[in-house]
């Protein structure tokens, strides 16, 4: 069964880090642009950052996150990162993380697999 599994979320305080992982099962990230999206309430999804599965492009949805946000993936391991430095309120929502077979497939939101989420809540 392919299966995406994040974790890492949790809460923490404006100006906190966390690191948040994506382990894959059943199925290889190698041949994969691995992306994370985020949910907000009330909220439609958006992508946050998507990774290439060749030679390790990076792309972010928006300038807000660029400088504090990083992707990564450790192909050894089977799994993609998403560190998270000088959180912020407005980066309160459910993340999730996908595969998509292009880094374009990620961009656009059209990923083929994705995980069931894992919730980040900053504040104080």
């Known amino acids: 069964q392919l299966q995406l599994v994040e974790s890492g979320g949790g809460l923490v305080q404006p100006g906190g880090s966390l690191r948040l992982s994506c382990a894959a099962s059943?199925?290889?990230?190698?041949?994969?642009?691995i992306g994370w999206f985020r949910q907000a309430p009330g909220k439609e999804r958006e992508g946050v950052s998507c990774i290439s599965s060749s030679d390790g492009t990076t792309w972010f949805a928006k300038d807000s996150v660029k400088g504090r946000f990083t992707i990564s993936r450790d192909n050894g391991k089977n799994a993609v990162y998403l560190q998270m430095n000088s959180l912020k309120p407005e980066d309160t929502a459910v993340y999730y993380c996908?595969?998509?077979?292009?880094?374009?497939?990620?961009?656009?939101?059209?990923?083929?697999?994705w995980g069931q989420g894992t919730q980040v809540t900053v504040s104080s």
């Open positions: 996908a595969a998509s077979r292009t880094l374009t497939e990620c961009i656009i939101r059209r990923p083929r697999y």
């Open positions: 059943g199925f290889s990230l190698d041949n994969y642009a």
